[in-house]
């Protein structure tokens, strides 16, 4: 389908700045849960997409926005949300973004594309497989 890279940790992923599709699984040798695409993105690509969402300011798109869904759905994570609050150190909505994708323990692998249209239809067709559980709103 395509030539993915190896799988590196979401944190510390530098992936290229051209167009592509990614992959996220839950741990080092966890299942495969979310997939996405990269365009140019004002010539950072992949790169630049997978920063976004290690910033934690991407909470309402995409992966952070799956991410965020289920760390929200985990009592113990709310908890320890909740007791920052009452302690009276509540963080930033970017400081809850990075702790979802902390709880989350994600990595990813990536594919090179020529250009946004030719990942949009690889990211299409790893989207159809049927064996996946996928975290994506689209499924």
């Known amino acids: 389908m395509a030539s993915w890279s190896d799988w590196v940790p979401l944190a510390a992923a530098e992936a290229p700045t051209s167009p592509g599709v990614y992959l996220a699984r839950r741990g ?26 290690t910033s934690g300011k991407a909470l309402a798109s995409g992966l952070g926005e799956a991410v965020f869904d289920r760390a929200l759905a985990d009592p113990a994570w709310l908890r320890e949300r909740v007791a920052e609050v009452e302690s009276g150190k509540p963080m930033r909505a970017t400081g809850w973004g990075k702790a979802a994708l902390a ?37």
């Open 28 to 53: 080092a040798n966890g299942p495969v849960v979310y997939v996405g695409m990269a365009g140019e993105r004002q010539g950072k690509g992949l790169n630049g997409r997978l920063r976004r969402y």
């Open 103 to 139: 709880w989350a323990d994600l990595h990813v692998c990536w594919a090179t594309t020529d250009s946004r249209e030719t990942a949009i239809a690889l990211e299409k067709r790893v989207l159809a497989m049927e064996t996946v559980d996928w975290w994506n709103r689209d499924r």
